[in-house]
C-alpha cells in the first residue's frame, strides 16, 4: 500500500468510501453487515487505515454499521470520517445533536476527520450564516479533541467554494472534491485543484471513476490506452490519473464487493504516475467523450440576449449536459431547486429565438422541453 504523509500521519493513499457498501435484495437501505466486516478485515490486511462515511449515506445506516464494525479494531489503527449533513438545510439548527449522534453510532469517542459536508450553491449561504453555529460549535469540538482534522467537501462552483473559503479557509485543514479525468474539464476539476493549492489545503478525491461509469470504455478508446500501458487496467487508468496530482492526499473509492476492493488495493500497491503522453492521451478521451454526448455550447451568450425570459441559456445548457451525461444523479436538481421557477428550463415557451443566433445552432427549446422532463416538471 502507498502511503502519504499527512501533518503527523501517514495516511493509505486508498481509503474506504461507504456510501455504495454491499446491499440485501437490492435495498440501498439494508447494509449486508457480513460481507461489509470482511471487506473491512481485507482492507485492514493490506494496509487501509482510512474510512469514510456520512449520516445520510445507505438511509443513514452506513455510520451505524461501519461504527459496529470497526468497533472491533484498536481505535488507534484506523482513521474515522464523518460529515455534517448540510446538503439537507433542515439540519442547519441541529448541528450538536446530530454530532453528538454521529459519535453514538460510530462508537468513537472522537473522529480523526470531520467534514462541513456537499458545500454548494444550494446552502452556501446557510453555511455562512452565523446564527447557525455550525463553524463555531464544530471548532469547539476540535479545540476539545472531538475532532482532530476538520475539513470540507464541495460539490458547488469555484465560486461557491471560494466563498466558503473567504469565510471559514482559515480553520479548515482539506478539501474533499469530486476529480476525475473526465470532470477535469466537465465539472472544472482543475479550476478547483488550483483555488485549493492557493489556500495551500490537501485534496482528498471522492468519485475517482464517477460512480463506476470510468470503469469501462469503449473498445476504440480502451486500445488507445492498451497501447501506452498494455497491462494496467481500465479503472487503474483513473487511480494513475490522480497519483500524478502531487496535491492529492486521499483517494476515496465507494467499492461494493470484494473484487472490486481487491483489484482497487493491488493497483495502489504502486505509485506510478501518468506521463505527459498517457495524460494528454487520457483528457483527449474525455473531450471526445463530451463531445459525443454534450451539447457543444461555448457560452457566447447571444442567446441570453434574444431570450424573452431572460433565461441565462448556457448555464443550463451546462446543468442539461451534466444530467445527461450522469444519467440523472442529484447534481443538475439540486443547483436547478436553487433557480427562481420562472428562471428554470420550464420556463422556456418554445419561441426559438434563441435558436436564431446560436453560432453551434444547437436545438435549445428541445433540450429545455426534455430537461424539463428529465427532472419531472
Known amino acids: 500500500m502507498v502511503y502519504k504523509e499527512y501533518q503527523d500521519l501517514k495516511l493509505s493513499t486508498l481509503g474506504l468510501g461507504t456510501m455504495r457498501l454491499p446491499v440485501i435484495d437490492g435495498d440501498d437501505a439494508r447494509v449486508d453487515e457480513e460481507k461489509t ?47 455534517f449533513p448540510g446538503y439537507d438545510l433542515s439540519n442547519m439548527d441541529k448541528v450538536e445533536e446530530i454530532f453528538e449522534k454521529q459519535l453514538e453510532k460510530c462508537r468513537v469517542d472522537y473522529f480523526d476527520f470531520y467534514l462541513v459536508h456537499n458545500v454548494c450553491e444550494m446552502n452556501i449561504d446557510a453555511y455562512l450564516d452565523e446564527k447557525y453555529g455550525i463553524y463555531d460549535y464544530l471548532v469547539k469540538q476540535k479545540e476539545n479533541g472531538r475532532i482532530r482534522h476538520l475539513g470540507f467537501s464541495a460539490h458547488g462552483s469555484c465560486e461557491v467554494m471560494k466563498r466558503f473559503l473567504d469565510k471559514y479557509g482559515k480553520s479548515m485543514e482539506f478539501c474533499q ?5 473526465l470532470d477535469w474539464s466537465f465539472q472544472n476539476a482543475k479550476g478547483k485543484m488550483e483555488l485549493l493549492k492557493e489556500w495551500n489545503l490537501p485534496v482528498w478525491v471522492m ?84 463531445k459525443q454526448s454534450n451539447l457543444p455550447c461555448t457560452a457566447c451568450h447571444y442567446c441570453v440576449s434574444h431570450c424573452p425570459k431572460g433565461l441565462n441559456i448556457p448555464e443550463l445548457i451546462d446543468m442539461y449536459n ?49 430537461f424539463t422532463k428529465k427532472l419531472g416538471g
Open 322 to 370: 451534466e444530467h445527461c451525461f450522469t444519467g440523472g444523479g442529484f447534481l443538475a436538481p439540486m443547483l436547478i431547486a436553487t433557480i427562481p421557477e420562472e428562471k428554470r428550463p420550464s420556463a422556456c415557451v418554445g419561441c426559438r429565438s434563441c435558436e436564431a443566433v446560436c453560432p453551434q445552432q444547437i436545438k435549445i427549446s428541445e433540450a429545455m422541453s426534455d
Open 177 to 181: 472534491i469530486q476529480l476525475n479525468w
Open 207 to 290: 468519485e475517482p471513476l464517477r460512480g463506476g461509469k470510468l470503469a469501462s470504455l469503449k473498445a476504440e478508446d480502451e486500445g488507445k490506452l492498451k497501447a501506452l500501458r498494455p497491462d494496467e487496467s481500465v479503472p487503474a487508468w483513473a487511480f494513475r490519473f490522480l497519483q500524478a496530482l502531487p496535491e492529492v492526499t486521499m483517494v476515496l473509492s465507494g467499492m461494493s464487493n470484494m473484487e472490486q476492493l481487491k483489484e482497487n488495493i493491488q493497483t495502489f500497491e504502486t505509485d506510478k504516475p501518468l506521463n505527459k503522453e498517457e495524460w494528454d492521451g487520457l483528457l483527449g478521451i474525455a473531450d471526445e467523450m463530451l
Open 37 to 83: 466486516a470482511e471487506m473491512v478485515a481485507y482492507a485492514m490486511e493490506k494496509g487501509i487505515n482510512y474510512y469514510d462515511t456520512a449520516w445520510g449515506y445507505h438511509s443513514g445506516n452506513s455510520e451505524t454499521v461501519m461504527g459496529k464494525v470497526l468497533s472491533q479494531y484498536d481505535r488507534e489503527s484506523y482513521y474515522l470520517a464523518t460529515k
